[in-house]
């Protein structure tokens, strides 16, 4: 099946500090991608939607200035946290949609785990 | 707003028996459930889905059952295997857009 990879899969970083996560569709293109994040024992909750080319869809509720994104091919998204805090400490996980059908099969990375200290 | 919900956060069975995961949904506008599985510190993978056309779709030992009426759909797997330990996840989508709709997720434990 379609494979998705995330890097790094475990990160900590100073408060202040900027850090940027990676997703990449490895064996498939993806015009769509999509950046979750999960609190301990809750749902994924999608944070916004990449598109290649374009700018990216924020979730309302969702600092667009804090979470940057950009997807500059059909293979790459990144999520760059900036200024993080230790409330920005989650998982985040990215997933990617084959093809450009809406509704069509989300393929999830294994995830990144963010400690801010 | 939880547009999904699991009501479960965890559940046990006994190797062999039927493992029974509820989801509940109150959007009348979703038409495509899904079902993923997720081991601690691993992103989601697919594991069976069912569209509002149907009530049932197996694949294996899994099976999905999806209630309209009731906004209800449950996936029933059976045996259970120790393999299946596990957190599932259902989701729901609205048929036009890109966000998918998450439940909490049960946290399933198969006993040897």
């Known amino acids: 099946g379609a494979v998705v990879s995330q890097h790094p899969s475990w990160v900590i970083c100073k408060s202040g500090t900027s850090v940027k996560i990676e997703c990449r569709s490895l064996d498939f293109q993806a015009t769509t991608m999509f950046w979750y994040r999960q609190f301990p024992k809750q749902s994924l909750m999608l944070m916004a939607t990449s598109n290649e080319g374009s700018k990216a869809t924020y979730e309302q509720g969702v600092e667009k200035d804090k979470f940057l994104i950009n997807h500059a091919s059909l293979t790459l998204s990144t999520l760059t946290v900036t200024s993080a805090h230790p409330e920005d400490s989650s998982f985040y996980i990215c997933s990617a949609r084959e093809g450009t059908a809406s509704g069509g099969h989300q393929y999830f990375g294994p995830g990144t785990r963010l400690t801010v200290t | ?112």
Not at chain 2, 2 to 14: A, D, E, G, I, R
Not at chain 2, 26 to 31: A, E, G, H, I, L
Not at chain 2, 81 to 107: E, H, K, R
């Open chain 2, 1 to 112: 707003d939880q547009q999904v919900k699991q009501n479960s956060p965890s559940l046990s069975v006994q190797e062999g028996r039927i493992s029974i995961l509820n989801c509940d949904y109150t959007n009348s506008m979703f038409d495509y459930f899904l079902w993923y599985k997720k081991y601690p510190a691993e992103g989601p993978t697919f594991l069976i889905s069912i569209s509002s056309i149907k009530d049932k779709n197996e694949d294996g030992r899994f099976t999905v059952f999806l209630n309209k009426s009731a906004k209800h759909l449950s996936l029933h797997i059976v045996p259970s295997q120790p393999g299946d330990s596990a957190v599932y996840f259902c989701a729901a989508f609205p048929g036009s857009g890109n966000q998918f709709y998450f439940g909490t997720g049960t946290s399933l434990t198969v006993i040897p």
